[in-house]
């Protein structure tokens, strides 16, 4: 027969395994994931996750990498003239290179950033600038920097810049 005493001692005693298991739980190490799947796990980067699979990116940017991904946020892609948007999605090609033209082949961590010029995986230059903690690429800011990923690191950016090929 349970007492009044015995009652609350069993009651402690499982409530202080579920809140050992909640610990526990909360305290296991998450799997990295790669800069694809941080992409599409950050709700500001919606329309560049949708965009990456369209392109058929996705398996590419969950390669061995390093990569630097400047993902431009929603924001960003709603400033594109829809006209734009419509003929990226009639010319997967066009997609793919836009896309490609906004990562580079290594992990550039915010703080190694150097005045420079590097190499877009679609062959075209990107200009990188940094004056303090403010980093830029051609004419987008890095609004939030250092997003990592088991591959790679993200940097979400507030502009979709535009390669110069035609």
Same mark, same amino acid.
């Given at each position: 027969?349970?007492?009044?005493?015995?009652? @609350? +001692?069993? &009651? &402690?005693?499982?409530?202080?395994?579920?809140?050992?298991?909640?610990?526990?739980?909360?305290? =296991?190490?998450? #799997?990295?994931?790669?800069?694809?799947?941080? /992409?599409? $796990?950050?709700?500001?980067?919606?329309?560049?996750?949708?965009? /990456?699979?369209?392109?058929?990116?996705?398996?590419?940017?969950?390669?061995?990498? *390093?990569?630097?991904?400047?993902?431009? $946020?929603?924001?960003?892609?709603?400033?594109?003239?829809?006209?734009?948007?419509?003929?990226? @999605?009639?010319?997967?090609?066009?997609?793919?290179?836009?896309?490609?033209?906004?990562?580079? *082949?290594?992990?550039?961590? =915010?703080?190694?950033?150097? $005045?420079?010029?590097?190499? =877009?995986? $679609?062959?075209? *230059?990107? =200009?990188?600038? #940094?004056?303090?903690?403010?980093?830029?690429?051609?004419?987008?800011?890095?609004?939030?920097?250092?997003?990592?990923?088991?591959?790679?690191?993200?940097? /979400?950016?507030?502009?979709? +810049?535009?390669?110069?090929?035609?």
């Amino acid at each position: 027969m349970f007492t009044s005493k015995s009652f @609350a +001692m069993a &009651r &402690r005693a499982t409530l202080g395994a579920a809140l050992t298991l909640l610990v526990a739980a909360c305290a =296991a190490p998450q #799997k990295p994931v790669s800069v694809a799947e941080t /992409i599409a $796990n950050t709700p500001s980067l919606s329309t560049l996750s949708g965009l /990456i699979t369209s392109a058929g990116l996705s398996n590419d940017l969950q390669g061995t990498g *390093p990569f630097t991904v400047f993902a431009p $946020n929603n924001d960003a892609f709603k400033a594109v003239k829809p006209a734009t948007m419509e003929d990226l @999605a009639k010319h997967p090609a066009k997609l793919k290179d836009l896309l490609m033209y906004h990562v580079v *082949p290594v992990q550039a961590m =915010a703080k190694d950033v150097k $005045n420079s010029t590097v190499k =877009a995986l $679609n062959g075209e *230059p990107l =200009a990188l600038s #940094k004056a303090g903690d403010f980093v830029t690429v051609e004419n987008a800011a890095v609004v939030q920097a250092d997003v990592l990923a088991s591959n790679g690191v993200v940097h /979400i950016v507030d502009t979709v +810049m535009t390669s110069t090929k035609k």
